[in-house]
Each structure stands twice: as structure tokens, then as C-alpha cells.
């Protein structure tokens, strides 16, 4: 199983991105999936999950409203859409299983998002 992040760049506060977690080696629709973000020096924190089967989805205080977590079956991929966005925001993105998942794939390399006028 392999997840590839994709989408980060430089963006001004109030921009917007798209984020992208392709996978391979394994079905995203099967599975519950999640996005999450860290800061050099500190914990990965979640961000957002999409849940399996359906597409209930949860996300931290700190970007409710605000980001958007979405899966494209055909494309086997799963979007973070961020708007309004914040310096606060910048950290490098990562897409996985929920924390709590038994079903935890290997780490990719994540996607730098730096929100900065």
C-alpha cells in the first residue's frame, strides 16, 4: 500500500488549496481515511476523516467550517479542500487511516502548505 500527497504550496491568507492522497496497493472506498498535519517539533495532529461505508466526515475545531474532506472511488484518491485559510494552516499534510484504525498504512511523504502574505 502506497499514499502520495500532493497539492501544497504557498498560499495568502484567506486562499485556498486543494490537497490530493492518491493510493495504490489498497481501495480507499474500503476504508475510513483521514487527513492530518504537523509542525516541525510537534505532534501530527488530525485534521479531518471520511468515513466507511458512506460519507459521513469529522473534523478538529480548528478548521471546521473551513476545510472540506472528500474521496473520488473512481480515482481511488481522497481530497482535503481548504478555504479561508489561515497562517496557522502551514504545516506539512499527510492522508492515512484514523487513528484508531487497525488498518494503518505506511506514511507517505506529505504536501508543505505554507499560508503567508
Known amino acids: 500500500a502506497r499514499l502520495v500527497e500532493s497539492g501544497g504550496g504557498l498560499v495568502q491568507p484567506g486562499g485556498s488549496l486543494r490537497l490530493s492522497c492518491s493510493a495504490s496497493?489498497?481501495?480507499?472506498?474500503?476504508?475510513?481515511m483521514s487527513w492530518y498535519r504537523q509542525n516541525s517539533g510537534k505532534e501530527r495532529e488530525l485534521v479531518a476523516t471520511?468515513?466507511?461505508?458512506?460519507?459521513?466526515?469529522l473534523y478538529s475545531d480548528s478548521v471546521k467550517g473551513r476545510f472540506t474532506i472528500s474521496r473520488d472511488n473512481a480515482k481511488n484518491t481522497v481530497y482535503l479542500q481548504m478555504n479561508s485559510m489561515k497562517p496557522e494552516d502551514t504545516a506539512v499534510y499527510y492522508c492515512n487511516t484514523p487513528p484508531q484504525s487497525p488498518y494503518r498504512k505506511n506514511w507517505g511523504q506529505g504536501t508543505q502548505v505554507t499560508v503567508s502574505s
Open positions: 496497493g489498497f481501495t480507499v472506498s474500503a476504508y475510513a
Open positions: 471520511i468515513w466507511s461505508p458512506g460519507q459521513a466526515t
